[in-house]
């Protein structure tokens, strides 16, 4: 990098110390996203639970919109939303559990080899 030959040691530390400091940062929001679409995730579960308990004939969809009603006033977004992610909060856990556990872990998914 030609822009930074101009940079002494001491910056370059800094450098260094910013951009791990931002890697770090980095894995603890993605810690704490895998968290919160778990959380999304057991939402979108008992609406479902509680659909089923009660055989509504919708399949659970007012069940689920009033769950997201609920979360959305906590969070300040709308229903809709709350809803979109629950379900896409459910597909992760539930069909990506391998790449969900490594976003809890703060990393990526485990590289198969071949």
Do not use: C, Y
Request: no cysteine; aromatic share 2%; hydrophobic share 50%.
């Amino acid at each position: 990098m030609t822009a930074l030959l101009d940079a002494t040691d001491s910056q370059m530390t800094a450098l260094a110390g910013l951009v791990e400091m931002l890697r770090l940062a980095d894995q603890t929001l993605a810690s704490m996203q895998a968290a919160r679409d778990g959380l999304l995730a057991i939402a979108n579960r008992l609406a479902i639970d509680i659909a089923k308990q009660g055989a509504h004939p919708d399949g659970g969809d007012h069940a689920i919109r009033a769950i997201a009603a609920e979360i959305g006033a906590v969070q300040r977004v709308s229903d809709r939303t709350v809803e979109r992610r629950m379900a896409d909060a459910m597909l992760l856990v539930e069909q990506f559990p391998t790449v969900w556990a490594a976003q809890g872990r703060g990393g990526s998914a485990p590289r198969t080899p071949g």
